[in-house]
Structures are given as C-alpha cells and as structure tokens.
C-alpha cells in the first residue's frame, strides 16, 4: 500500500515561495532610511535582517544541491532598498533552482551547513523558513512602531 505524503516536495518549496514574497511586500513597505537605519531594543534593522536571509537561503541551498559547504557569509554591500529588492528577486529563481536538485531522497541525509551546523537536509531548509518568518515577524514590529501597516500575514500569494 502506498501512501502519499502530507505535504509533497513541490508543496514545500511553494510554501517557502509564497513566504519569500510576503516578506518583499514587507521591505517594500519600509520607507528607505527606516528600512536601513531603525531598530528597537538593539535589534537589527529590518534591512540587515533580510540581508542575514539572502545570505543564507541561496548559498545553504547551493551548498546541499552541490555537496559543496562554504563558510557562512555574511557580508553584504546593499545600501539601497532598490538594490535589495532586486537582490532579492535575483535569489527566488535561484532557490527554485537548487531546491529542485535536491532529490527528496536526501531530505533525511545529515549534511553539515556553513561549517557549523549539521541537521538533515529537511531541517536545514525548515529552518531557512522559520528563520524568515521569524524576521519578518521583527520587521512587522518595526513597521507597527513607525505607525505603518504591515501586509496581512495571510496575503502569501
């Protein structure tokens, strides 16, 4: 008997796709200076937050697609919010990219991330997720402090 899974490779990536284009509604929502420049309690800004995910998504994807661990990098020249919108469209294609080399076969395999953190694939790319949620949740914070409305959590798509 064969059993179809809860949710489907195709399903998972959609789902972290549909994530990725809420959090660009939210630095589009961001005033240019605020989205460089303001934070609360010691946070970083929403700008270093989403760079931290640029840094992250594509080159830990690449990495498990290419059995090819780079150190974690973190170093980003964004300055503008244009330029950081485009980086980010510039890394969507390139997730779909590696995440469908990545044969569901290996979702279980260990791999050791940036040097540092070996989870199985799986878990490696939950976290990419949670992590981005998590950090949107920061900016949405942000946005609530500068009296400006974040997107709605559920337009995802």
């Known amino acids: 008997m064969s059993t179809k899974p809860i949710i489907t490779k195709d399903e998972m990536l959609q789902h972290w796709l549909a994530h990725r284009g809420l959090t660009r509604k ?11 420049e303001f934070s609360i309690g010691g946070m970083r ?64 395999e260990k791999f050791k991330l940036f040097g540092e953190y070996e989870l199985t694939i799986i878990n490696h790319i ?9 950090h949107r949740g920061q900016g949405y914070v942000y946005l609530r402090a500068l009296q400006i409305e974040p997107p709605f959590f559920w337009d995802r798509y």
């Open 126 to 134: 939950l976290y990419f997720i949670d992590n981005e949620i998590h």
């Open 45 to 108: 800004t929403f700008a270093d937050l989403a760079k931290e995910l640029l840094a992250i998504a594509v080159p830990g994807l690449k990495a498990i697609a290419t059995n090819e661990a780079e150190p974690f990098n973190p170093g980003s020249s964004i300055q503008t919010k244009a330029a950081l919108l485009q980086h980010w469209d510039e890394a969507t294609p390139k997730i779909t990219e590696y995440f469908n080399q990545i044969p569901e076969e290996r979702f279980h």
């Open 26 to 36: 939210a630095i589009e929502k961001f005033p240019e200076k605020e989205l460089f």
